[in-house]
Structures are given as structure tokens and as C-alpha cells.
């Protein structure tokens, strides 16, 4: 029994199809089904069966997951604490980030990475998108969380890490409220919060103006939390990213016509060997359920 035919069987049996247990894996999916086939003939006994268009856990399968769940949880423990002990002294991991990024997702990410490398130390940078680019080009970042849809991101190497929709954030009390999901026709000459740090500012804008919706802004502002204030102050809408609400004095509701959404991905620069420290990050924030 491998460790990689452990890690696709979880894999599979998380998302019930081998196709995006393949893609979660980075392996092919011929790849991952003989690993699960030979999985099953070590354990002699099947451990999917497929119903309809999805797969199931038989019996065997249903009882082996915490199992190897178990082995799997005690292998990494047993990595890190290899990798906490060499990777001791060792310079930080520089990592860039977007000033639009939620800070909750990531902390809880730095944390459970400190809890299993504690002698990895992790530097955060802030910086737009054109900074980003330019301080991973200069090798003055490791890696950088962006949004792919930076017209970088061709020359990058990139791990997707999850997407998240966009939705507008209203004022208590906000005349829309009552509404379980927006359109833009809806926002048409609503006071508006403008956020200028936004990487997809330009694309909800030129949506605005293609079915003539009027946006008054009674607000600028690059920062993120002041954009939030000022919602919650009375002063307008935002358009915000979900994960990156965290101002309890705002009301969200889903921005359903046209929905828009954006991914986030760790952008690191192929070719540019890693150091242990940057290697560990890369792969805990590989593995990392990003929305568990």
C-alpha cells in the first residue's frame, strides 16, 4: 500500500467522481483509477460502485476511509515535523497578497501552516496586481495569491485554491434588502461605494454600462475597510467579493444577473527552483481545504 494510492482513494471519495478527484490530485484520471484499482486488490475488495452518473463508497470503502484517513493524517504529521526540524533558520516564505483578499480564509491558513511547520516563519506583502507581478518577476516574492485573470498569469506556475462569487454589500435598512438576490438593473441609480483597488473593478463596470445601469458614487476608496465603513454608514452599495466581507454592520445578497465570480490561485514563477520553506508552503496551501 502507497501513499499516493491513499490520497486519490480519499480524494475520490470526497468529491464521488474520479474526473475532479484526478484534477484535485494534479494526476491524470486513468492514473488515479489503476492506483484505486490496486488499492482495492491489496485490500481485496472493491471500495466504489457507480450509480447513475456518480460513484459510491461500498461497504469496505465506507469502513476503510477513516482508516486510511487515519494513516494519511499520520504520514503528513510525520513529514512536517521531518520538514519543522530542517527547515529551522531558514528565511521566511515571502508571499504577496491583493489588498482585495478576505483575511479570514487566510489567517485560519496561516495558522493551521504554523501549527504544522513551526519553525517556517511566512512574511506578507500587500500589493495590486501590477506589484505583485513585478515583485514575483524581480524575485522579491516567493509566491503570490492573485486572481488568475491577470494577463500575467500565462507565464505563471499556478495552484487554484478556490473560487468565491461576487455579491453586493448593502447598508442595514438598504430600500434592496428585503431581496433574496440582485440584479444589476436593480442597482440603477443607487448611491454606490466605489472599491478602486478592485482587480475586476473594470469588468463589473463595462457589465454596468452594456444594459445602461447608472451608478452614483459617493465614495472612493482603495482600502478595503474604509469601503466597508462607508456601506455600513449609509453611504451605498459595494460590489464585494464574499470571502472578503468582514465588517458585521453590512447586509450581502447575491449578485445573480449576471453572476460574477472570480478564482484565487498561488502564483509562483516555473523554472525558479523552491527552498524547503517555499516547497512546504506551496504544498500545504496545495492541500489546504480552502473552503471547509
Same mark, same amino acid.
Given at each position: 500500500m502507497e501513499m499516493h494510492q491513499i490520497r486519490y482513494f480519499l480524494a475520490a471519495a470526497r468529491a464521488l467522481s474520479f474526473t475532479r478527484a484526478a484534477e484535485h490530485c494534479h494526476v491524470s484520471q486513468p492514473a488515479l483509477t489503476t492506483a484505486v484499482k490496486k488499492l482495492e486488490a491489496e485490500l481485496g475488495g472493491v471500495l466504489f460502485i457507480r450509480e447513475s452518473n456518480r460513484l459510491q463508497l461500498t461497504a469496505l470503502g465506507r469502513q476503510m476511509e477513516p482508516m486510511l484517513a487515519q494513516v494519511l493524517n499520520c504520514a503528513d504529521a510525520a513529514q512536517n515535523a521531518a520538514d519543522s526540524l530542517r527547515l529551522q533558520r531558514q528565511p521566511p516564505v515571502r508571499v504577496g497578497v491583493m489588498p482585495t483578499l478576505g483575511p479570514v480564509r487566510l489567517s485560519r491558513f496561516l495558522a493551521d501552516f504554523e501549527h504544522g511547520h513551526p519553525g517556517i516563519e511566512v512574511a506578507i506583502r500587500e500589493g495590486r496586481p501590477a506589484e505583485l507581478r513585478e515583485w514575483l518577476e524581480r524575485d522579491e516574492l516567493d509566491a503570490a495569491i492573485v486572481n488568475p485573470a491577470d494577463p500575467a498569469a500565462d507565464s505563471w506556475r499556478l495552484e487554484e485554491l478556490y473560487t468565491e462569487r461576487y455579491v453586493v454589500l448593502l447598508p442595514p435598512g438598504h430600500v434592496l434588502q428585503e431581496r433574496n438576490a440582485l440584479s444589476l438593473g436593480d442597482l440603477n441609480r443607487q448611491a454606490y461605494v466605489d472599491r478602486l483597488a478592485c482587480e475586476m473593478r473594470e469588468q463589473v463596470m463595462a457589465a454596468c454600462n452594456s444594459i445602461g445601469v447608472e451608478l452614483y458614487a459617493r465614495f472612493r476608496s482603495e482600502r478595503e475597510d474604509w469601503v466597508q465603513a462607508m456601506v455600513a454608514a449609509g453611504l451605498g +452599495?459595494? +460590489?464585494? !467579493?464574499?470571502?472578503?466581507? *468582514?465588517? !458585521?454592520? *453590512? =447586509?450581502?445578497?447575491?449578485?445573480?444577473? !449576471? !453572476? =460574477?465570480?472570480?478564482?484565487?490561485a498561488l502564483a509562483t514563477m516555473p523554472g525558479r527552483q523552491f527552498a524547503p520553506a517555499v516547497a512546504a508552503f506551496v504544498r500545504a496551501a496545495k492541500g489546504y481545504r480552502w473552503l471547509g
Open positions: +452599495f459595494a +460590489f464585494m !467579493p464574499e470571502y472578503a466581507i *468582514t465588517h !458585521p454592520g *453590512t =447586509v450581502q445578497r447575491p449578485l445573480a444577473d !449576471p !453572476p =460574477v465570480e472570480r478564482r484565487i
